[in-house]
T-cell receptor, first 113, second 110 residues
Framework: DAGITQSPRHKVTETGTPVTLRCHQT?????MYWYRQDPGHGLRLIHY???????DKGEVSDGYSVSRSKTEDFLLTLESATSSQTSVYFC????????????FGPGTRLTVT | GQSLEQPSEVTAVEGAIVQINCTYQ??????LSWYQQHDGGAPTFLSY????GLEETGRFSSFLSRSDSYGYLLLQELQMKDSASYFC???????????FGSGTRLSIRP
């Protein structure tokens, strides 16, 4: 299995508070991704990174920001959490330019009350 | 834009064969991937088709027809452990990212 971890694994927070999720990899892969998964929607891309300090938006990026200051770490921040951001968040990594083979972390279950 | 369509649910019998279809519309196409996800778990990569035809990996095969914008995942000799959700995904033409379908939940009966 690819060395990819996420922290925290579970979090409950209140509406309006900032939240940061961390993804850490030990594979030295160039590409890193943040997805959210909600019933009926599959996996939707929030943001992704193609290198240190190089990031781009996905299909559901509003309300989220990311940072990648080191190859191994990719942070996802909810600036002011809302109930609609209650979801399971997955981080993924890939060493392939065409991104077709990605390895996923165990996920973070976030509940915004 | 782009979209992928796959059935939301499929039911099959243990030991049988099942096919999960995926049709797609994209502005550019580089290939079709398949992922498996068990309840409560993370998605895991199964297969990739960059060219037309069939790719076989053990009991699982994946097929692609670029002219028909269509692919499928074929699971043979079904086992109870194959009960999971299966996602197809296509690469966006402009960047190193892929877009996932909504997933097909496969239920297997004894």
């Amino acid at each position: 299995d690819a060395g990819i971890t996420q922290s925290p694994r579970h979090k409950v927070t209140e509406t309006g508070t900032p939240v940061t999720l961390r993804c850490h990899q030990t594979e030295n892969h160039r590409y890193m991704y943040w997805y959210r998964q909600d019933p009926g929607h599959g996996l939707r891309l929030i943001h992704y990174s193609y290198g240190v300090k190089d990031t781009d938006k996905g299909e559901v990026s509003d309300g989220y920001s990311v940072s990648r200051s080191k190859t191994e770490d990719f942070l996802l921040t909810l600036e002011s959490a809302t109930s609609s951001q209650t979801s399971v968040y997955f981080c993924a990594i890939s060493d392939r330019t065409n991104a077709y083979e990605q390895y996923f972390g165990p996920g973070t279950r976030l509940t915004v009350t | 834009g782009q979209s992928l369509e796959q059935p939301s649910e499929v039911t099959a019998v243990e030991g049988a064969i099942v096919q999960i279809n995926c049709t797609y519309q994209t502005s550019g196409f580089y290939g079709l991937s398949w992922y498996q996800q068990h309840d409560g778990g993370a998605p895991t990569f199964l297969s990739y088709n960059g060219l037309d035809g069939l790719e076989e990996t053990g009991r699982f095969s994946s097929f692609l027809s670029r002219s028909d914008s269509y692919g499928y995942l074929l699971l043979q000799e079904l086992q109870m452990k194959d009960s999971a959700s299966y996602f197809c995904a296509v690469r966006n033409s402009s960047a190193s990212k892929i877009i996932f379908g909504s997933g097909t939940r496969l239920s297997i009966r004894p």
